[in-house]
């Protein structure tokens, strides 16, 4: 059995399903805007263990998280520290930005995500 099959969880499918028909405008903006246009296959609310990330692009092992004001709540943070580390311990690297960023600062968090993605090919 691969990686992929031990980390996908059918339980989280249906809520998965859900979180890509209700998008976020920010999770909108950066999908059609940027991510779908990709010569990658990036996958939208996406199962990995236990969580469902934002955008997961399984060639650079990425992950996009887009944060809202509730990530700043103690809890929030302490369990986005959490999944981060889940990820980061499956050699997936985590990038986060506000909507704040994705509102006033798009084209510089696209090139920070084709920086991250290339890098990666790299490697």
């Given at each position: 059995?691969?990686?992929?099959?031990?980390?996908?969880?059918?339980?989280?499918?249906?809520?998965?399903?859900?979180?890509?028909?209700?998008?976020?405008?920010?999770?909108?903006?950066?999908?059609?805007?940027?991510?779908?246009?990709?010569?990658?296959?990036?996958?939208?609310?996406?199962?990995?263990?236990?969580?469902?990330?934002?955008?997961?692009?399984?060639?650079?092992?990425?992950?996009?998280?887009?944060?809202?004001?509730?990530?700043?709540?103690?809890?929030?943070?302490?369990?986005?520290?959490?999944?981060?580390?889940?990820?980061?311990?499956?050699?997936?690297?985590?990038?986060?930005?506000?909507?704040?960023?994705?509102?006033?600062?798009?084209?510089?968090?696209c090139q920070d995500i084709l920086n991250h993605?290339?890098?990666?090919?790299?490697?």
């Amino acid at each position: 059995m691969s990686k992929t099959n031990i980390l996908h969880n059918p339980k989280l499918t249906h809520n998965a399903k859900q979180l890509r028909t209700n998008m976020t405008k920010e999770e909108r903006h950066l999908w059609y805007d940027f991510l779908k246009t990709l010569p990658v296959t990036v996958n939208r609310q996406k199962g990995i263990g236990k969580y469902i990330v934002d955008f997961y692009i399984a060639s650079a092992k990425t992950v996009i998280e887009l944060d809202g004001s509730q990530h700043y709540e103690d809890k929030n943070k302490e369990a986005d520290i959490t999944r981060d580390s889940y990820l980061n311990a499956l050699g997936i690297k985590v990038l986060s930005y506000t909507n704040s960023e994705i509102q006033t600062r798009f084209d510089n968090v696209c090139q920070d995500i084709l920086n991250h993605i290339l890098t990666s090919s790299d490697s």
